[in-house]
Nanobody
Framework: QVQLVESGGGLVQAGGSLRLSCAASGRTFSSYTMGWFRQAPGKEREFAARISGSGSSIWYANSIKGRFTISRDNAKNTVYLQMNSLKPEDTAVYYC???????????????WGQGTQVTVSS
């Protein structure tokens, strides 16, 4: 069982930056692929980024590539999402999730956090 708690969301102007954190419980954090997903109002939850257990494999959605950076610190059981050059269309609830697999589909993720709101004003 893994429990995930996100933090770091908030209100920021377009062009600004935020850093999301996701703290995980459990002693097997490094065995999980960690992902970030986001859900905008009226839209489905979509994949944003994922990082393998060792951190050696990283994937980004095209919409955030070059602006966002995912990283993890296995000693702290924490995964991060550094978000730069934010746009109003990045406004969403951001969720972190843990998977025993290595994919971009929501169905491959077994554990989810409660989400943190990111609002980007124009």
């Amino acid at each position: 069982q893994v429990q995930l708690v996100e933090s770091g969301g908030g209100l920021v102007q377009a062009g600004g930056s935020l850093r999301l954190s996701c703290a995980a419980s459990g002693r097997t954090f490094s065995s999980y692929t960690m992902g970030w997903f986001r859900q905008a109002p009226g839209k489905e939850r979509e994949f944003a980024a994922r990082i393998s257990g060792s951190g050696s494999s990283i994937w980004y959605a095209n919409s955030i590539k070059g602006r966002f950076t995912i990283s993890r610190d296995n000693a702290k059981n924490t995964v991060y999402l550094q978000m730069n050059s934010l746009k109003p269309e990045d406004t969403a609830v951001y969720y972190c999730a843990a998977s025993s697999w290595d994919g971009n589909s929501r169905t491959e993720y077994d554990y989810w956090g409660q989400g943190t709101q990111v609002t980007v004003s124009s």
